[in-house]
């Protein structure tokens, strides 16, 4: 029961998140301006600019449910004009539109906030953007339609 629980959790989740990084390393215009793109963590000696993605779902068994997309933009300058441009082309990227996958839209996402986080090391900048996701689970919903009792 509990690994089918976290079956149907990562179902949605992983849909989210090869959706999320098709757009980052689709876009031309971002990928001229970081050297990389990582899920969860960056490697240990990656160069600047970078980001870090990662996707937060809530446990409920519903057919909708919610979920955060944390965006981590990492940077080392003098100044924070970079890593602000980054937010930029994130912002266009994310903020209310539709996630649409094998042309079926299952979930829509919105800008909720950000903020620079203060970081020991002079000359590196670290901003952090949320954005939440409002999506339909799948495994639900195929539930649903195909009469499952589970």
Same mark, same amino acid.
């Given at each position: ?15 989210? #998140? ?6 980052? @390393? %689709? ?7 970081? *050297?990389?793109?990582?899920? =969860? ?21 519903? #057919? ?6 944390? @965006? %981590? ?7 924070? *004009?970079?890593?602000?441009? =980054? ?64």
């Amino acid at each position: 029961m509990i690994a089918d629980r976290v079956e149907q959790i990562n179902e949605t989740q992983g849909l989210l #998140t090869v959706w999320i990084r098709g757009q980052m @390393l %689709g876009d031309s215009k971002l990928m001229n301006e970081v *050297d990389d793109v990582y899920s =969860l963590q960056a490697d240990k000696d990656a160069d600047f600019p970078y980001i870090v993605y990662r996707v937060g779902t809530d446990s409920q068994q519903n #057919t909708m449910t919610s979920s955060s997309l944390f @965006l %981590g933009l990492w940077d080392y300058g003098k100044f924070e *004009d970079r890593i602000l441009r =980054l937010r930029g082309h994130l912002l266009r990227l994310f903020d209310q539109r539709k996630v649409c996958v094998d042309g079926k839209c299952m979930a829509r996402i919105w800008h909720s906030n950000g903020d620079f986080i203060p970081e020991p090391t002079e000359g590196v900048w670290h901003r952090e953007e949320m954005f939440n996701i409002r999506n339909d689970r799948k495994v639900e919903l195929e539930n649903i339609y195909n009469g499952s009792e589970n």
